[in-house]
């Protein structure tokens, strides 16, 4: 049997058979991580986005399990002492800002009457309030990683495609 040599990689330019190409590696990509899972019991999550934009994703547990188990095990690689300090410091620096803003929003409504208030102002109190929601949030997104998280989905495998 003769040897192919080594191949040289680079970008498929007909579009046709480039998508040909990704849909075969893709599925080939997919069989392998089902046998890793299956095989050696590990816990694999792979996301593929296509050229097109569209999400393919297999999972032998729960993505957003897999995901948080990697944010915290990828945060043990830091030092703790000073992982946890920046995180502090980015957390209260983050409160003293939504705080500021929520006051900024007190003064606001201690000042003008919402019924009685122009067009700009409303504009105003609404884009501190989208910012105040969105500091929010966010805060509580980080905390629930920080703290480990409880939610997740329940299915055991999931894969889109086509």
Same mark, same amino acid.
């Given at each position: 049997?003769?040897?192919?040599?080594?191949?040289?990689?680079?970008?498929?330019e007909d579009k046709a058979s480039? *998508?040909?190409?990704?849909?075969?590696?893709?599925?080939?990509?997919?069989?392998?991580?089902?046998?890793?899972?299956?095989?050696?019991?590990?816990?694999?999550?792979?996301?593929?986005?296509?050229?097109?934009?569209?999400?393919?994703?297999?999972?032998?547990?729960?993505?957003?399990?897999?995901?948080?188990?990697?944010?915290?095990?990828?945060?043990?690689?830091?030092?703790? +002492?000073?992982?946890?300090?920046?995180?502090?410091?980015?957390?209260d620096a983050a409160? &003293?800002?939504? *705080?500021?803003?929520?006051?900024?929003?007190?003064?606001?409504?201690? *000042? +003008? +009457?919402? +019924?009685?208030?122009?067009?700009?102002?409303?504009?105003?109190?609404?884009?501190?309030?989208?910012?105040?929601?969105?500091?929010?949030?966010?805060?509580?997104?980080?905390?629930?990683?920080?703290?480990?998280?409880?939610?997740?989905?329940? &299915?055991? *495998?999931?894969?889109?495609?086509?």
């Open positions: 049997m003769a040897r192919r040599g080594r191949v040289e990689l680079r970008r498929i480039r *998508q040909v190409r990704f849909s075969k590696r893709r599925s080939g990509l997919f069989k392998k991580a089902f046998e890793l899972a299956l095989l050696c019991d590990a816990e694999v999550a792979l996301l593929v986005f296509s050229p097109a934009g569209k999400l393919y994703e297999y999972s032998s547990t729960s993505i957003e399990d897999t995901y948080d188990r990697y944010q915290r095990f990828a945060g043990t690689g830091r030092n703790v +002492n000073e992982g946890d300090r920046n995180n502090n410091d980015s957390q409160a &003293s800002d939504l *705080q500021s803003r929520l006051k900024e929003i007190a003064t606001w409504s201690e *000042q +003008n +009457n919402a +019924n009685e208030s122009d067009a700009s102002e409303l504009e105003k109190l609404e884009k501190l309030l989208t910012n105040a929601l969105r500091d929010t949030k966010t805060k509580k997104m980080l905390s629930k990683q920080n703290n480990g998280g409880e939610g997740g989905s329940t &299915s055991s *495998q999931n894969r889109r495609q086509d």
